[in-house]
């Protein structure tokens, strides 16, 4: 029995990403914010990991930061289309966040937010398809 691929913009009840034709698992951005301002304050990296996932249509199922001494913060925004991860170097105005989704999220639509959320326009980012020519 062959499957018959969705359209693009329909719903995806298997929670399989789908773009350009292609079903995978899910799509994974590595992101590089350079230049950020304010991430040593915990109130706000929690603020930028909740405005990102709901940016992206995800639906958040717990958020959790830890703010290191002296300095540095570390979050997970776990959700039920996978998660956001982040660690901050305040000290070099740096933040690396890992952005995995999968089904109808769009990652994509993060990066904006977090480029707001830290005041910067150095957004770097690398993308890859989860369990592409697997499924």
């Known amino acids: ?4 691929p ?8 298997d929670h ?4 350009d034709g292609v079903t ?3 799509k994974h951005l590595i992101v590089d914010v350079v230049g950020g301002a304010g991430l040593d304050d915990e109130t706000r990296v929690r603020g930028a990991l ?5 940016a992206c249509g995800a639906t958040i199922l717990h958020l959790h930061t830890h703010r290191f001494s002296p300095q540095g913060i570390t979050g997970v925004a776990v959700l039920a289309e996978s998660h956001i991860t982040v660690h901050t170097w305040p000290e070099v105005a ?4 890992d952005i995995f989704m999968c089904g ?7 990066l904006p937010v977090l480029a707001a959320a830290f005041e910067t326009d150095d957004v770097r980012v690398r993308s890859l398809r989860r369990g592409e020519n697997v499924l």
């Open 1 to 4: 029995m062959k499957d018959t």
């Open 6 to 13: 969705l359209p693009e913009k329909q719903s995806t009840p």
């Open 16 to 19: 399989f990403a789908r773009e």
């Open 24 to 26: 995978f698992a899910g």
């Open 50 to 54: 909740r405005e990102a996932a709901l």
């Open 94 to 97: 740096y933040a690396a966040f």
């Open 104 to 110: 109808d999220a769009q990652p994509d639509r993060a």
